[in-house]
């Protein structure tokens, strides 16, 4: 059987080369631009890592709130149209409740040294 590296250790390799080998011979705007594409990377990664528990999580809260099943975008957009046109209160618990759950599962894929992160999840 043949094996290949998945995309999350073919990013680590990436990021590993880009941190070890390139940015130390780079100075100022380029070591800069070095770091951006490192942390695009490592965000990249984990929204690969993270992306499908977070959306199939969101995906169960708006069946619940919205009774009826669908795909994230259909639900989401459902849950928008709701809110929109006052057929879906924006301050009930459930929806509140979903709305900080989807910001704190965000927040931990595009920032998770965010220092209020912690504070977030409660």
Known sequence: MITHPTATELLDGVIRFIEERAAPQLKDRDAFMCR????A?????REIEQGPAAEAAAVE?????????GDFATLNTALSEGIQDGTIDPAAPQVMAHLHASIVD?????QP??????TLEG
């Open 61 to 69: 809260r708006l069946r619940a709130i919205l009774g009826r099943d």
């Open 113 to 118: 040294n965010y220092a209020g992160l912690k």
């Open 36 to 39: 951006v594409a490192v942390n």
């Open 106 to 110: 965000q927040v931990r894929i595009d």
């Open 41 to 45: 990377l490592a965000a990249v990664k």
